[in-house]
């Protein structure tokens, strides 16, 4: 197929098996990828073939099977690397984003940041990009600031500036909200930082599953993202960093494999990656994110952009026309990721869930790991429909008639 042509969603659907299971008696409805996405035949054969045929350790053993797990892990590295434009030597392999920007605040973090410091972070970052720095913040002293947002849900850019002007030691940014959709300016926010002396990190947990990426073009110094999300295993995700960087801090975690030499006083470190991957890896799911990214990359990212902001197009369209709909982030279809928040009237949003759900429709419900957020949407909660490579319009139709009948239920 042309990197021009539609996605084929039938021929995309009939790869996940799942999806033809029913929930409720009812056809499965998935609007919930941001959390964590399906897995394709493709994925799921590719852990079967690591545990049935040559499931071995890594990096140790000179058998047979020994070197072809290696070769394996070490393949999927080359090709999650590529995949978002960095060299292999730069991708550590991490549980998730998660563990990717807790990675930084302690090895980058208790090594570069002093007493007195300022770190920045946004008001539309998951959890997961806030409390790090909190903890990194109280730990060294140092002091955390946030650039806060436009009506429209995009980034306070003067904010920014003027944060800037401080020379913090850190700007942290997602790169795609996971609650607003809004897709930030990375490139531009990494530009400016780098020229400000700020190291950058970027969330890409909401990024990499969904657009093409070029790590190297967005010019950061760390770029995080969960394999679980972007159609792989859970358990495994990646942090990519600047190697001179990578080279420079101190390791995550000590024990086998990530070092060099150990005596009894001291020890010396294993290259880079190595540095950083502390014991037995996961294996298998490292295995299982390079089937993920192969089927991506034969999908094509560009046409799996391009169906998602068509999709979501035709959601906005749909569901803003429903009576007491509220959708939260930009307005323009093609300047957000795959996730749309919202709020029916005043129907809390886990009843919504709820009753979605006796329709075999899954979306979800709650603070979406982004407290400080709500607040400032002054909301506690939104509902949420995520979308991927297997939804369709079938599916926006399904969230429609859904959404009516709990609005009849409430009596909107
Ligand atoms: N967001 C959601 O439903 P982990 O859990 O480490 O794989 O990813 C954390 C994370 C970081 N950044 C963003 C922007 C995210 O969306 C997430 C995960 C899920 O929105 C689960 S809370």
């Not at 947002?149 to 995009?154: A, F, M, P, Q, S």
């Not at 599953?209 to 495994?236: E, N, Q, W």
Request: hydrophobic share 40%; proline share 3%.
């Amino acid at each position: 197929m042309l990197e021009t042509e539609a996605l084929d969603v039938e021929q995309v659907r009939a790869d996940f098996p799942i999806l033809t299971r029913k929930v409720r008696g009812k056809r499965l409805v998935y609007l919930d990828s941001a959390a964590t996405s399906q897995k394709p035949k493709q994925v799921v054969q590719a852990l079967v073939d690591y545990y049935s045929t040559y499931n071995s350790n890594v990096h140790r053993s000179v058998h047979t099977l020994g070197e072809e797990a290696t070769a394996a892990y070490e393949a999927a590295r080359e090709r999650t690397a590529r995949f978002v434009g960095a060299s292999p030597k730069e991708l550590v392999f991490v549980r998730g984003t998660t563990e990717a920007t807790n990675l930084v605040r302690f090895a980058w973090g208790e090594r570069f940041v002093e007493k007195g410091d300022l770190l920045v972070t946004t008001l539309m970052e998951h959890h997961s990009n806030i409390v790090p720095w909190q903890l990194l913040a109280r730990s060294k002293g140092a002091r955390l600031e946030y650039v806060g947002l436009t009506e429209e849900g995009t980034l306070d850019l003067a904010k920014l500036e003027s944060l800037l002007k401080e020379s913090p030691k850190l700007v942290a940014v997602t790169h795609c909200s996971n609650v607003l959709g809004t897709i930030n300016d990375v490139e531009k926010v990494c530009s400016r930082a780098k020229s400000a002396g700020a190291a950058t990190i970027v969330d890409g947990a909401q990024s990499v599953p969904h657009m093409p990426v070029d790590v190297a073009r967005i010019g950061c110094d760390f770029y995080a993202f969960s394999g679980h999300k972007m159609l792989g295993p859970t358990g495994i995700g990646a942090l990519v960093g600047r190697k001179e960087l990578l080279e420079k801090m101190d390791p995550f975690q000590g024990g086998g494999e990530m070092i060099k030499e150990v005596f009894l006083d001291h020890s010396t470190w294993n290259e880079v990656p190595h540095k950083f991957e502390a014991g037995t890896v996961n294996i298998a799911d490292a295995i299982g994110l390079g089937a993920a990214v192969d089927y991506l990359t034969g999908l094509g990212m560009s046409k799996v952009r391009d169906h998602e902001v068509k999709l979501m197009r035709y959601a906005m369209e749909t569901l803003n026309a429903l009576k007491g709909f509220r959708s939260y982030g930009p307005s323009d279809p093609s300047t957000r990721g795959g996730v749309l928040s919202f709020n029916l009237a005043d129907i809390h949003p886990h009843d919504l869930a709820t009753i979605l759900d006796e329709e075999g429709i899954a979306i979800r419900s709650g603070h979406h790991c982004a407290q400080p957020l709500m607040r400032w949407l002054d909301v506690a909660a939104t509902s949420r429909a995520s979308f991927h490579v297997y939804n369709s319009y079938d599916d926006v139709d399904s969230l429609k008639a859904g959404l009516e009948k709990a609005g009849e239920i409430f009596k909107v």
